[in-house]
């Protein structure tokens, strides 16, 4: 069964940006708008409580659960990457965090030659996401959070209020997209408001195959929804928001993209791209864990009824210790002092890294004991991956190389973030819960010897961006209007466009790459208007 849907723009994906590009269009437009999602709506209650990310970022379900290829730099190990497979993406998934990264990361892109993306560009369109979008933070905290934020600063680390603002070094605690004790996922924020209007259509459980170029120009796509193949027609525009890992799949399995690797899957090249896939970046975390020697720690609330119960209050009312999520506390520090901007982030969470939901009155594990543990990571890594074909059927994943550690500097960096983390835990303002550290142990202290358990245990963050990213040079992808070079009537707004990564989460700016693109979009549909008229 086949059928035709008609629409003046398209956009493919309903994540942190592509949410915000729909959902502004339909709001501020007369376009019709159509937004193609391949997972389901999300209904389950259990999205909106922020405890549950843990289970929704490690489950299979609405998650397309992809792994690397065994990574040379990491004992050949395959690394989990989790990507939202539901109406929201990602940021039904995620951790929360609301950052904005540092003026200098934005300032650099400007200085690639990309009008628009200086820091003064996007921190105006930060404000406004912010103001729709509501933050949270909360007004009382564990115990060992605020430990770890008196200890940075007895080891020297600044106090800051506020992670967002232009200098966030230091000790602090993080924003959340949380609302009134439930997960605000971009869907919640942009897409539930204007579900009603005319001029929406949300089609779910929609896989894209592949863009249809006419004449040089995107006019569509072509879909499949369970056993119906679908032919979408854009008047406008074609906006792929699919993400780092499955808008280079859907370009390449397009025709769009390096042109020797599509004849070696037999694609017919429609655009020769040769930056389709190139130049993945990612955040690469290790952990630093103690035994906690009193029972403040998120150990209590795992106990089955005790979990049950709290998660049954969060559904029900927003309340009690579900309805938050614990990465409290963080820190933004130098790995150098000698640096001019902190290259190192850190989220500490009161609880042990194996934590897991066990039967009452049954002894827990030792692995299910009270503990405590930060997690670090450099922000700007060296290394650099890619994402290709396997196959060019669309249901096959792609293979993404993360790269990580390639870049013999990047270890060394993780490496002192070890060591800023051992010494924040060595301060006086954890003598009363510090026990033995567990990760990576005391017996780990040379520096050949965190490497070599740096490469045995490092982990994503899954902060992936970059494999389309905009420039001008060879390997660019987009320009900085996010159009792909050389197709006219296809622009790409998600996180594959970030020429650099970010020192930060990277929800807030693929939010804020959305709230751009829609501008972008509405002012070509005036444009257009005008030209009509005229």
């Known amino acids: 069964m086949s059928r035709d849907i008609h629409a003046d723009v398209i956009v493919v994906g309903s994540g942190s940006a592509g949410a915000v590009v729909a959902g502004r269009l339909a709001a501020e437009t007369d376009a019709q708008v159509l937004l193609i999602e391949a997972g389901g709506r999300g209904r389950n209650p259990l999205f909106r409580v922020p405890l549950m990310t843990g289970i929704l970022l490690r489950g299979r379900y609405a998650n397309w659960y992809y792994h690397t290829e065994p990574e040379p730099g990491l004992d050949r190990r395959r690394l989990f990457w989790p990507r939202g497979k539901v109406l929201g993406g990602s940021s039904s ?155 280079p799949q859907l370009l390449m399995l397009s025709g769009i993209g390096p042109a020797d690797h599509l004849n070696d899957h037999g694609i017919a090249v429609c655009h020769d791209l040769p930056g389709v896939g190139q130049g993945v970046q990612d955040h690469l975390l290790v952990r630093v864990e103690h035994d906690c020697t009193r029972p403040v720690t998120l150990h209590n609330l795992l106990r089955a009824d005790r979990a049950a119960l709290a998660l049954g209050q969060a559904m029900l009312f927003g309340t009690g210790p579900a309805a938050r999520f614990p990465l409290e506390a963080g820190a933004f520090l130098r790995s150098d002092p000698a640096l001019d901007t902190p290259d190192l982030q850190a989220h500490f969470l009161p609880g042990r890294s194996t934590a897991a939901v066990r039967v009452p009155f049954r002894k827990a594990t030792a692995q299910q ?155 070509a549909l005036d444009a257009d208007t005008r030209k009509g008229v005229a």
């Open 369 to 523: 004991g009270h503990g405590f543990f930060a997690n670090i990571y450099q922000m700007r890594p060296e290394s650099r991956g890619q994402i290709r074909l396997q196959s060019d059927d669309p249901k096959v994943p792609p293979a993404i190389t993360g790269g990580y550690l390639t870049a013999p500097r990047d270890i060394a960096v993780l490496r002192a973030g070890v060591r800023r983390l051992r010494e924040i835990f060595a301060q006086s303002a954890f003598d009363n819960w510090r026990g033995p550290e567990i990760r990576p142990s005391a017996g780990v202290q040379s520096d050949a010897d965190l490497d070599t358990w740096i490469r045995a245990n490092a982990e994503s963050v899954f902060h992936p961006v970059g494999s389309c990213r905009m420039g001008n040079d060879a390997l660019a992808v987009t320009d900085a209007a996010l159009k792909v070079h050389g197709i006219d009537g296809l622009r790409i707004a998600d996180a594959s466009v970030m020429p650099t990564l970010t020192s930060n989460n990277t929800q807030a700016p693929t939010s804020m790459i959305g709230m751009h693109a829609a501008d972008l979009v509405i002012a």
């Open 93 to 247: 998934i995620n951790g929360m965090v609301w950052t904005r990264g540092l003026p200098s990361d934005y300032d650099g892109w400007a200085q690639r030659g990309l009008p628009g993306w200086g820091w003064d560009d996007v921190q105006a369109r930060f404000l406004r996401i912010e103001g729709h979008q509501k933050l949270s933070d909360f007004p009382d905290i564990n115990p060992l959070s605020q430990a770890f934020l008196d200890a940075g600063v007895q080891a020297g680390h600044p106090r800051t209020t506020d992670f967002n603002g232009p200098s966030p070094e230091g000790m602090g605690r993080y924003d959340f997209t949380i609302a009134g004790g439930r997960r605000l996922s971009a869907a919640s924020a942009w897409l539930a408001p204007h579900r009603d209007r005319p001029n929406l259509r949300i089609l779910t459980g929609a896989h894209a195959l592949r863009v249809l170029v006419e004449g040089g120009r995107a006019v569509g796509l072509e879909l499949a929804q369970g056993s119906a193949r679908i032919t979408a027609r854009a008047a406008s525009e074609v906006v792929l928001s699919c993400g780092t890992v499955n808008t």
